[in-house]
């Protein structure tokens, strides 16, 4: 074979892309694939393959092209194998011919119909893998040697790739380690279970390279779950915290890690259940639970380990095998084992809370630090004094909202239907003014038939009466009196069925709903609120307050200060100042004063059993107002000790909960 000589621009700029793909390439498949590219290309070959040798001495494919497979002979490796192994342990290369030019014996070291050339990978004076190229021609002589010299010229840019891996790799394997060793150091620095959780789930979180770790501890036959990586609480009483506790339980049983991705058709049928459940509540696509054994007692070699907890790892999207998280979480799940262990030990402890007061006292009556114990218990008695001693105002805190003095609710005088409404939110009115109508259909059809039956009977009173007067010479004695009688009953029956009509007129003209005093109208959205609704004699309909005249602080005070409230009215008489903050305009401070305290209490929406306590509004210069502002308000109550100013709310319980039940 004479190959022409390779143009010296052509092999620069092969050299200088293998250079660049070098430096760029993320993955050894990449690389080689691309440098087959280049090799085949500067070589002529119409097909090449590329071996390195792995961790068991065997040779595999990194990367071919256009190469196809080499079969495999039953009997063991072919003659091409053994060629492949030779080359690489002599580091001498080979040319094979053609199959048609080999023997029968022979046939099986050429897998391809045309010429190999089996040449070794040198790269600074080391053998490290095999290159295969499938030429047109068997190369001899200076071809060969020509060969080998453009491929040899491709190495530095092997050896660059290869150094560079190993420098990653070094880096990684240095970062690891500092990673390892700081999940260490947190994971044992304290004897306390939560302080270790959060350490665990954190810290082993980005050693492993997951999306969430949550560690789950266990407390009898259930599993609590303890800490979760990025969150600060966990709301366990949730579905997804349930379902998480379930799988943790029954994979706990078995001993045995079940990692789950995208599938888990191989895992036993109650964790392929509790495994489904959870993932379809927390939108999960990849788990791993792993439990956590204690460590074995020597005493008792065959017993069943104990089961102190569960790691359980989640992939929210990625679900691909990252190398080596397998044993990163094996490694995380040991130490966790270890400090969990200590750290439960640690806390069973009997009274370990007074050992641990103990100690203090015992460190600060060391003589190094024995001025400084004098002087912490100095300020602490001095502040004992301050709070038994020192007087302070004592206010109730009360929440409250502010109302106009004059006010009524509108009724429903009786049971109809909203027909026409004639006032709406905000509208001024007077007393006497007409706010709505009401419809009754019952109301109407009892008036109607009054009126017929009173015609009715009317009618019939003139034809007695005619009767009477103009046919009186006709009438024998017992006609005349019978219908005297019956002119009786007729009178009778239209008196009793005018003051009937009189009534029905009056109850109709009740329908006509007004105002009872002059103010504003203050309910909102009066028309749809009542439009063509059916109302019940008592409803409330509209409010109508004087908002221009004097208003109200009306203040919901709990009852267990109703007390305190009472007793400072009696010492400093009824009007009670009060200071009290808007909602609305929180900036400015105002006052009042007590005007009623309401003598039952009364549950009152979210505040529980309260007393109404009303104020009369003393600052005069109050924003614009509207009914039901909120207020947040104090009602000072005199002078207290300091300390019973800031804790009397723990004082009172301690008296009426526990002192009490004592006596």
Known sequence: MNAAPIAPSKLAARMAALQALALNASSPEQFFAGWLEHVSALCGATGAQCRKPMADGSLAVVAALRFGTT???????????????????????????????????????????????????????????????????????????????????????????????????????????????????????????RHTAYAVVNDGRRLIGCDRLTLLVRRGRRYDIVATSGLEVVETRSQSAKLLSRLAAVVAETGEPAWQLGRNDELPPQIRAALGCYVDEAHVRGVAVLPILAKPDPRRPNAKLKRLGVLILEQIEDISPAPGRVDRAELVVAHTATALQNA??????????????????????????????????????????????????????????????????????????????????????????????????????????????????????????????????????????????????????????DEQLRLLRRKREQLRVVSPIAGEVTTWNVEQLLQSRPVRQGQVLVDVAAIDGPWELELQVPENGIGHLLRAQREHGDALQVHYRLAADPEFDRTAAVSEVHYSAEVRGDEGNTVLVRTKLTDANLPPLRPGAEAAAKVYCGSRALGYVWLHDAVDFIRTKVLFRLY
């Not at 495999?72 to 030779?86: D, H, I, K, Q």
């Not at 840019?157 to 947190?186: H, I, K, N």
């Open 71 to 193: 079969p495999t002979p039953e009997g063991g490796a072919s003659r091409y194998e053994r060629l492949v192994l030779e080359t690489f342990a002599t580091g001498r290369p080979k040319a094979v011919p053609p199959r048609e030019q080999l023997t029968a014996d022979e046939a099986d070291a050429n897998p391809t119909s045309a010429s190999l050339l089996l040449t070794p990978l040198e790269i600074e004076g080391e053998i490290r893998g095999v290159l295969e190229l499938i030429l047109p021609v068997l190369p001899t002589g200076e071809a060969l040697q020509r060969l080998l010299g453009v491929v040899q010229s491709t190495m530095p840019a092997v050896g660059v790739f290869e150094r560079r891996r190993r420098e990653q790799a070094m880096a990684a394997r240095a970062a690891l380690v500092d990673e390892v060793e700081r999940f260490t150091q947190a994971v044992h620095e304290k004897l306390s279970v």
């Open 344 to 497: 439960l030990e640690h806390e069973s402890i009997p009274l370990l809370p007074l050992w641990r007061l103990a100690a203090q006292a015992r460190n600060l009556t060391a003589p190094g630090t024995r001025r400084k114990t004098i002087a912490v218990a100095t300020v602490i008695i001095a502040a004992l004094l301050a709070l038994k001693f020192v007087p302070a105002d004592f206010a109730l805190s009360a929440r409250g909202t502010l109302q106009p003095v004059v006010r009524q609710h509108v009724f429903a005088p009786l049971d109809g239907t909203v027909h026409t409404i004639h006032v709406q939110h905000g509208q001024r009115v007077e007393a006497g003014q007409l706010l709505l109508e009401l419809r009754n259909t019952d109301l109407d059809v009892a008036l109607a038939d009054v009126v017929g039956k009173r015609t009715a009977a009317g009618e019939q009173l003139l034809s007695v009466e005619r009767a009477l007067y103009d046919d009186s010479t006709k009438l024998g004695g017992e006609e005349r009196h019978r219908l005297a009688g019956q002119r009786s009953d007729l009178k009778q029956q239209l008196i009793s069925l």
